[in-house]
């Protein structure tokens, strides 16, 4: 409106660069601005000097070594539970790799139970069935309200460890046992061939995927809708167990048996890791449950109303119309939830299942006592992870937020 | 063509509309697959809940000198055991004499506690500075002991139990709530510089496990303070709950900053005032009140996280219960069960209060929204 009005009136309070006396460093807004951050960026820089320095003065005195001189030193100590090979006599690193690819095996396997059984629970607790809506409500808030600790601690002490011993175990119809030694699973034992079952699997999925795909379209085109589901079961089965018999069996199960005081064969589990598990995954899910149940709360009323208007059985309401929008709202909570299950599962130092903190934080640091260079890679490590994890996130939103005009 | 000449009879009015009986038909029996579901809870309900009532009160041992009634009697709870360590349980190896100063200073702290917390009560700035000024230092003398007050001194390897995870919450709280406001405020500044460095921290830290910034603080934090300079076994992971737990409030209150409408600032810059006022009598006062539901959440987490402080060798409630637990003395099949009972009964009761509390608070601040 008033053009050449525009900031003209107000710069000379601002004070001009002519008039930039001693008195306008301070009423300057911009020039406060930078010797505010100097003065941070001094104290800092400051506070991070002295503690260097007197971390090295230390360091030195106590004979503690700098840089990763440890790195490939001989770790001299066993752990029990490893996914790659390891000795005493494997190096520091060695250990440090063991104990990483503990973290994330917990993680990973806890992450896929508690996710479905969060749900379950979440979709429990929006039941019109009373009895079951409490119930789902009593355990979320017996989740919520007691610390992960507690809960370890009570399934490792006073459930897995009062188990009875392997001659007593408890029998799954003699698939599974349990006992104070761990879970015995079936151990899948591969023959010649059994890559060739997994491809075909493989290619049922694709292909099942790539129907899926067709009859969307086909749907969008012509409106006719394909037996989806049917379909997809049949490509996903079929392939798979035509190459299990045409190969002559590749496949086997190995099934744990008592041969005198232990069970032998199988896939044994140690009592630390199922705690673990068991433990993150109930306490995971009771939160899951509740951003499941806010995410479905959170769709409209009216969305239910107008697909019953257009004449949507319950089912497929779900399905095409509440679902899709309330997964936006449950997928961001739901990956901080999943951050949280790797970050908890640090908790393994508690009861012993060796993991990056017990192992690495834990007794490498004990044995070399290099506190800043162990901490710095275990917390860097954790920091990638969640940092990867919500970059993903990030991208996922990019792709299914909301598209707005 | 068809025309009506009589009206039609009146349908009957339905069977039941209300009573228990319509809301069981309602809620429990409302399809056959609901049906089915109810009967089956039900059972297992008759299954599961009886035994467990049966083990809590009419099994479970109540009073016994040690464990061996307890050991005879393994199908109920050994609450006896419970009732002996109960001292301990609350004091740790606090002098018996001297465990006044304990409960005073719990009470104390529950009294302005409740007085923050208590919507519209009075002056509730100057419980404030009490509770975060004053309160931390006459606390710390009480327990700790100042001789010249003709306290003796009480060395904190001594303190334990309940009394310590309360003491370790409290703390947290009271050093994270303004850390964690000034760090909202680094993290939504104009300076680049300030901007910078709270997002490092405050993503840092959240980025880790509790566990790894209290290994942090209890092995590099002496490496980090002159040489010579001891610190002590308990001030350290202290140190660390506070830079944890301040890193989350300051997302929770930059979530409240971020909520207040864009008019309020203006307003305040209008009305001439500068930064620190702006903040101080117009933006905080309304976002902080905005954000309480989430401290009182992020407080939760913070009373369950104090659990891990045993890994760096404090003496807290479950650490006490384990040290109680291993007693030769009360060993026994039923000892674990129980005092994980009791564990979880107190933590329940607390948390649930609190969660229960926070939600009630929001749906007070959230009155004026509802239609």
């Not at chain 1, 063991?98 to 607790?125: D, H, K």
């Amino acid at each position: 409106m008033f053009p050449y009005h525009n900031g003209r009136a107000c710069a000379p309070a601002r004070g001009s660069p002519h008039s930039a006396a001693m008195g306008s460093l301070f009423t300057n807004a911009r020039a406060r601005g930078y010797v505010y951050q100097a003065v941070l960026a001094a104290a800092l820089v400051a506070l991070a000097t002295l503690a260097w320095r007197n971390a090295v003065a230390n360091m030195a005195a106590r004979g503690i070594p700098m840089g990763f001189g440890f790195w490939d030193e001989t770790a001299g100590f066993d752990v029990n539970q490893s996914l790659i090979s390891y000795s005493a006599l494997s190096s520091y690193g060695r250990a440090f790799w063991v104990g990483l690819l503990n973290t994330l095996l917990v993680g990973a396997i806890s992450i896929a139970l508690a996710t479905p059984l969060g749900f379950v629970v979440g979709v429990a607790r929006l039941s019109p069935n009373f009895i079951l809506s409490r119930l789902a409500l009593i355990y979320v808030e017996l989740m919520r309200n007691t610390p992960l600790l507690l809960q370890l601690y009570f399934w490792y002490n006073a459930v897995l460890k009062a188990l009875p011993g392997p001659k007593q175990s408890l029998s799954f119809s003699g698939v599974a046992f349990l006992n104070n030694r761990g879970l015995y699973l079936p151990r899948p034992e591969f023959a010649d061939g059994a890559g060739l079952v997994l491809v075909a699997l493989l290619a049922g999925i694709a292909a099942a995927v790539a129907f899926a795909l067709y009859a969307r379209r086909r749907q969008a085109l012509t409106g006719q809708i394909s037996p989806v589901a049917l379909v997809a079961t049949l490509l996903i089965l079929a392939p798979p167990l035509a190459a299990y018999y045409g190969l002559g069996r590749p496949l086997d199960f190995s099934f744990a048996e008592l041969k005198g005081f232990n069970l032998r064969g199988g896939l044994q589990l140690y009592p630390e890791f199922v705690a673990l598990v068991f433990g993150l995954v109930t306490y995971t899910a009771g939160f899951i449950a509740e951003i499941v149940r806010a995410g479905v709360n959170a769709v409209s009323h009216g969305q239910t109303e107008a697909a019953s208007a257009l004449g949507l059985p319950r089912g497929r309401t779900l399905r095409l119309i509440i679902v899709p929008q309330a997964m936006r709202l449950i997928i961001p909570p739901l990956t901080s939830q999943w951050l949280n299950i790797v970050k908890n599962s640090s908790l393994a130092v508690f009861i012993g299942y060796p993991d990056l903190v017990l192992v690495f934080a834990g007794t490498v640091l004990n044995q070399t006592q290099a506190a800043m260079q162990v901490m710095a890679v275990t917390m860097g490590v954790y920091l990638a992870i969640s940092l990867a994890l919500s970059a993903l996130l990030n991208a996922f939103n990019a792709r299914f937020a909301l598209k707005e005009r | 063509m068809f025309v009506r000449e009589a009206s039609e009879p009146e349908l009957p009015p339905p069977l039941l509309t209300s009573g228990a009986l319509a809301w069981m038909r309602a809620h429990l029996f409302s399809s056959p697959l609901n049906t089915i579901t109810t009967l089956l809870l039900v059972a297992l309900a008759v299954w599961l809940v009886p035994p467990l009532i049966a083990w809590a009160t009419v099994d479970a041992v109540w009073s016994a000198p040690d464990g061996a009634l307890c050991r005879a009697h393994q199908e109920g709870a050994c609450w006896a055991f419970i009732w002996q360590k109960l001292g301990y349980l609350l004091y740790g190896s606090y002098p018996f004499e001297q465990r006044w100063r304990v409960d005073l200073t719990e009470g104390v702290g529950a009294v302005l506690i409740v007085w923050l917390l208590w919507p519209g009560a009075p002056r509730r700035d100057i419980g404030s500075g009490l509770f975060f000024v004053a309160c931390p230092v006459a606390a710390y003398l009480l327990l700790a002991g100042a001789p010249m007050l003709g306290l003796s001194r009480v060395d904190t390897i001594l303190w334990g139990g309940v009394f310590v995870s309360l003491v370790t919450a409290l703390v947290g709280i009271v050093v994270s709530l303004p850390l964690g406001v000034l760090l909202a405020l680094g993290r939504r500044s104009s300076l680049p510089f300030v901007r910078a460095a709270s997002v490092v921290f405050i993503e840092v830290v959240r980025g880790v496990p509790f566990i790894t910034v209290l290994f942090m603080a209890n092995n590099m934090l002496p490496l980090f303070l002159p040489p010579g300079g001891e610190s002590d076994r308990f001030i350290r992971p202290l140190v660390g709950i506070a830079l944890f737990s301040a890193a989350y409030m300051a997302e929770e209150v930059r979530g409240g900053l971020q909520t207040l409408p864009r008019g309020q600032y203006e307003g305040a810059m209008a009305l001439g005032l500068e930064y620190w006022r702006m903040m101080g009598l117009i933006v905080l006062p309304q976002a902080l009140v905005l954000v309480i539901p989430g401290i009182v959440n992020n407080f939760i987490g913070l009373f369950k996280d104090t659990t891990l402080v045993s890994i760096v060798g404090v003496n807290d409630f479950l650490e006490a219960l384990d040290h109680a637990m291993k007693d030769p003395a009360w060993a026994g099949p039923s000892i674990f069960a129980t005092g994980y009972a009791f564990a979880a009964l107190f933590y329940f009761v607390f948390c649930y209060a609190m969660s229960r509390y926070s939600a009630a608070m929001e749906r007070r601040l959230a009155a004026g929204r509802r239609r």
